[in-house]
């Protein structure tokens, strides 16, 4: 599966596109633009990122994860290979989102 600035039901926000739902693929998933996806992102192989990438949930790749900016997420990210990652790579905790108010 590939995203990029035509996929459908994405939201252009500034510089940045959102995906309102779940990303969920049983094979690679290839990212063009910069994504976050206010959901969790499931796939079944590797992903691979031209820009960051970021879900309100988790991220979970049963390959590798490489990205040419930063992983972000809320939850968790799980990879089975290696991560990769020209930015940062960060789990935000609940914890830490409670006391941003």
Not at 33 to 56: D, M, Q, R
Not at 81 to 88: D, E, P, V, Y
Request: net charge positive.
């Amino acid at each position: 599966m590939t995203i990029d600035k035509n996929y459908p039901g994405l939201v252009p926000d500034g510089d940045n596109y959102q995906l309102n739902g779940d990303l969920i693929t049983a094979g690679n998933l290839k990212i063009k633009i910069p994504l976050f996806v206010n959901g969790i992102i499931e796939v079944g192989g590797k992903i691979k990122a031209k820009c960051k990438i970021e879900a309100s949930g988790w991220i979970r790749a049963k390959g590798s994860i490489t990205a040419g900016g930063s992983i972000r997420a809320i939850k968790f990210i799980k990879v089975d290979g290696k991560i990769l990652a020209r930015g940062s790579i960060f789990v935000y905790h609940y914890k830490d989102l409670k006391n941003e108010s």
